[in-house]
């Protein structure tokens, strides 16, 4: 008896579609095998982030509220992986876009209702968008890996939002707590009926939309994916990959920014160092399972919205940390990395013949 | 002013002990030819299982044992994704990465606010009492440890014929394959021993740096780690220079805040950031130039199948 491993020759479309699936099941009993180590019973916990997360309208906003920024982060990473760049800090330059956006509403002096949130989208994209594009420029003119600078720069990121929000930007009638001062209400997204879903969420498909459009339907995107692909064949067809590479990098932090508008303008309404617990790096998965595709960062930022709720409930129920998620989202990872060998393998038993054949 | 400076020198070597086992293990990793951009996630195993199993027993030799086994396990689930299953290693170390921050978040809860009276330093009789650089022959076991590990690992590479074959694994898989030498076995354990090295850094965390466990303690050394060993191209010596360049930056930050200066700590606290990526674009730059030490077959799975 032998295994005989070969390259599948096609795949079949049921498999594609079922083989997710089944990475979330396997993830999913590992998880609850953790728990059960952890002493939670993973029946009760998954009933409960099932319930809080899709059994009422409120924790179906939630889901949508929580959606909403992994789309953003999402679409920004997806972008940059078309042409195969790791943007590994979205949760940076989401950081950054809380800060512009933060400035415009407290400090500019706009009053204009009209003008202050338009502004404060720009001017969080114009932060997050250079927060990526160093990390941009340094890969294509040096050829520095932007994985450690993107990665690295999360950490500075944070670190100024922190530096601002205990020292000069602090509300000096906030009590002490590291937070600014409330946004005026012309700088605050509007919400719906009495759950925190805001209209950002509506921008963010809108944006999903547009990138769809772009990514797929016209001669820019096309040119993304043969310098993703192909760097050298685009370089010989005349496309110039060093702006390119930088301009990529700066849409990309520019849409991972606008999760960190949305989040101080439509769900804190001030500017305070926890406004994500990790969006920017649920991002790299988001688009990953994507499969490049912005319909799919959709699709996938609803399915991560849940686990978010669900990780929430999970905290105040039964005392587990926040980063508790990491442990599902990574195991999911693994399955999902080691599914594609067996996607594109086929491993068969066979029976090795008795007598030796003669070659 | 000599108690100064013996004081940042001491810190220098503290802060710069857990970055050196982590970029050691990183290295032997890299040199099979797989990333492992995981270092973060394997140091926060570490240093929960050092601290866990240490506070359960007492003794320190079972922390960093404990340390080393869990994150070789770990290790392992990366190497099985990367080596035999062939699949993206980025995407395979983010993930051990976020695995590890969850993990030890998950079981560390019960740690949390518990301390540890911290690895007791070993003063090296006459050598100690040299002024200044004294200050290298007084600290806990897991530096002399780590120092003598550059070493065993230098010989590894340029003496031994398994460090050989390792680095032609890593150079050139397709030629270390026709010449007998089992590619995918040298891979899996070179990344299942990077990562319990790695592991050992995370332990030095949690048992000597600052003996208690805290959620997310490592605050990004494993990826300064990561990014130390394009810096030391590939080569344990340099990587002692250059985690002890950063422990010095760290104990001047360090120095600066004890001193209290204008300066916010929450801008010292982003100096080591950019100091590693000031540091990672020089090395860059300087392998571009020709200098370049980088295993050739970094970042690429072998498939017997694909040789050409």
């Known amino acids: ?359 | 002013m000599i108690d100064l400076i013996e004081t940042i020198f001491d810190t220098t070597i503290r802060a710069g002990t857990p970055i050196l086992f982590g970029t050691l293990g990183a290295i032997i990793c890299e040199r099979s030819g797989v990333i492992n951009l995981g270092v973060e996630g394997l140091m926060l195993i570490g240093a929960l299982a050092g601290f866990a199993v240490t506070s359960m027993t007492g003794s320190f030799t079972a922390g960093v044992l404990a340390a080393i086994f869990f994150t070789m396990i770990a290790g392992m689930l990366h190497a099985l994704i990367t080596v035999y299953l062939k699949g993206n290693q980025i995407v395979s170390g983010l993930a051990l990465a976020m695995l590890g921050v969850g993990v030890s978040a998950l079981f560390g809860r019960s740690f949390v606010g518990k301390g540890l009276d911290g690895l007791s330093r070993i003063e090296i009789p006459l050598l100690s009492k040299i002024p200044i650089f004294g200050a290298m022959f007084r600290q806990d076991i897991l530096v002399y440890l780590s120092v003598i590990l550059v070493v065993l690992i230098a010989l590894f590479f340029s003496r031994t014929r398994w460090g050989l074959y390792l680095r032609t694994v890593g150079e050139n898989p397709g030629a270390a394959d026709t010449s007998g030498i089992p590619v995918t076995r040298y891979r899996f354990w070179a990344v299942a021993l990077g990562a319990g090295i790695s592991g050992i850094g995370g332990a030095y965390m949690s048992l000597a740096y600052t003996p208690f466990w805290v959620e997310n303690m490592t605050a990004g050394r494993g990826w300064i780690a990561v990014s130390l060993v394009i810096f030391s191209m590939w080569s344990a010596p340099r990587a002692l220079f250059g985690a002890y360049l950063f422990g010095g930056i760290n104990a001047a930050q360090l120095q600066l805040q004890a001193h209290g200066t204008s300066v916010s700590p929450y801008l010292l606290t982003m100096l080591p950031y950019l100091f590693t990526i000031g540091v990672l674009i020089w090395s860059t730059r300087r392998l571009e130039k020709g200098a370049s030490n980088e295993p050739a077959s970094l970042g690429l799975p072998y498939d017997r199948e694909d040789r050409k």
């Not at chain 1, 039964?318 to 086929?346: C, D, T, W």
Request: hydrophobic fraction near 55%; proline fraction near 4%.
């Open chain 1, 1 to 359: 008896m032998k295994l005989l491993i070969q390259k599948r020759q096609s795949q079949s479309a049921l498999f594609n579609l079922m083989t997710p699936l089944l990475c979330l099941v396997l993830a999913l009993i590992v998880v609850a095998l953790f728990l059960v180590m952890a002493g939670v019973n993973p029946f009760a916990a998954y009933r409960d982030v099932g319930i809080e997360a899709l059994g009422s309208a409120y924790g179906l906003s939630e889901t949508l509220v929580q959606a909403t920024p992994l789309i953003f982060t999402g679409l920004g990473v997806m972008l940059a992986f078309r042409m195969q760049l790791w943007n590994i800090g979205a949760e940076g330059q989401l950081y950054m876009g809380a800060l512009g956006a933060t400035w415009v509403a407290l400090f500019s002096g706009i009053t204009s209702t009209w003008l202050m949130i338009p502004m404060m989208m720009i001017m969080a994209m114009i932060l997050g968008g250079i927060w990526a594009a160093i990390a941009g420029a340094l890969k294509a003119r040096y050829r520095v890996n932007e994985v450690i600078i993107t990665l690295l720069l999360n950490y500075i990121a944070a670190g100024i939002v922190k530096y601002l929000v205990y020292g000069g930007w602090r509300d000096p009638k906030g009590y002490g707590f590291p937070q600014t001062a409330d946004f005026p209400p012309n700088a605050i997204l509007s919400t719906y009926f009495d759950t925190r879903l805001h209209s950002g969420f509506w921008i963010s498909l809108v944006l999903a939309a547009i990138l769809w459009v772009f990514t797929e339907k016209t001669v820019w995107g096309y040119e993304l994916r043969v310098i993703g692909n192909n760097p050298r064949a685009a370089q010989y067809a005349g496309m110039n990959i060093q702006s390119k590479t930088i301009f990529v990098m700066f849409l990309s932090g520019a849409l991972a920014a606008l999760a960190g508008f949305a989040q101080v303008s439509g769900v804190v309404t001030r500017l305070q160092d926890n406004i994500s617990p990790g969006y920017g790096f649920t991002a790299v998965i988001v688009a990953w399972l994507a499969r490049r595709s912005a319909a799919g960062v959709v699709i996938v930022s609803f399915f991560f919205g849940i686990v978010y709720v669900g990780g929430d409930a999970l905290k105040i129920t039964y005392k587990l940390p926040e980063s508790f998620i990491n442990v599902f989202q990574g195991m999911l990872l693994f399955f999902l990395l080691a599914s594609e060998y067996f996607v594109n393998h086929r491993i068969t038993l066979v029976r090795e013949p008795k007598t030796p054949v003669a070659v």
